[in-house]
């Protein structure tokens, strides 16, 4: 296994993600036999990293972990949990949340902890005096109940670099979505670059996309094949993240043993990509873009007469167009309705001054359309507040 260092602890790159695991298909119940083979297999391989959050799995993930774990002795492993901030129905009690995550654990301390899913959205919520929620968060820091702080972010690099800024001190790493995809996709080097220009540590989330990297479009994956014929589409994803220095964790969610043993397999010595490779990787990526090739050179923004923000429109445009999912509506969410994609005017100042002859009106019409129709993360969020309420025995 490969490890990297965070402030003296060794922490396995190869991290276990725990909000896929493989369920019963008759009681849709976990599978805690197969949880607990999988956990085996990761640990005598080398894993010593756990991430789960409070409303995965419906909020079952957390008991699941602490059980195929138990056999182990608690400081042989890392456990890393989530404070779900965005999916609160109201103000509740902070504390007493996080202790129905510490009692599901079986635990009285997480190594890590993250404010879970920082968006333009759910930034509000977590920096709203009324929610009370970095204030209470730090008090459990002190108290020893949390060693070390970080965050989970969705959002755009603009609200990393303010965020990261205003809490200068406060939080020791980010967790992000990057892969050779979103790292142009959703702007993923510039917040890895933003991070590490901070002094934190990066850790990562979805490095295969859900999937979509593992397993790759048949004429994608035969381009992968010419060098190694033996080598999985999804080891390529690993690799390449394995070249970034500063990223000390890398999730994955595995629920099959096959997948299990193949990303063991990529992580048990350094393999750096060839540049050859690296080429043809982004290459890959390029072809399953659908988007618009928008530089965020910012030479349109300036003429924009209702002073939308284009690059970050253009950018949560190329992620609709990618795949459509909750995330890329939380991005929309948290803007202010003159600055949403509907308020465009279609003057097309914008194109006249675009080098990249990019027609932002149009893709902004489109935008809008999406966004309209596209799936809500308001909708996912309400079962989410539902069960918080009745956790906390307010319903
Ligand atoms: S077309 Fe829309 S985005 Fe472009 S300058 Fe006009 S209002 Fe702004
Ligand atoms: S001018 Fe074109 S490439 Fe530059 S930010 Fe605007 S839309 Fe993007």
Redesign the pocket.
Known sequence: MIYSDFQGLKLSRLGFGCMRFASDPETGEIDQKKVNEMFDLAVSRGVNYFDTAYPYLGGKSEGAMAEALKKYPRDSYYIADKFPGHSLPGPVDNKALFQISLDRCNTDYFDFYLLHNITEWSVKIYESEEYHIIPDILDLKKEGKIRHLGFSFHGGPQLLEDFLNKYEGVFEFVQIQCNYLDWTLQDAEKKYDIITKHGLGVWVMEPCRGGKLAVLPEDKSAMLKKFDVNASDASYAFRFLQGLPNIKVILSGMNEVSQAEDNLNTFETEKPLSEEEKSVLFEIAESMKAGVPCTACRY?CD??????D?PY?LSCYNDYKYSASVTSSMRLDGLDEDKKPA?????????H?CPQSID??SA?AELAEMYAKGPKWAAAAKGRQESILKDLGMK
């Open positions: 349109c003429g924009c007469p209702i002073g939308l284009i429109l308020a465009c005017i279609q003057c097309g100042q914008c194109s001054a932002v009106p902004l």
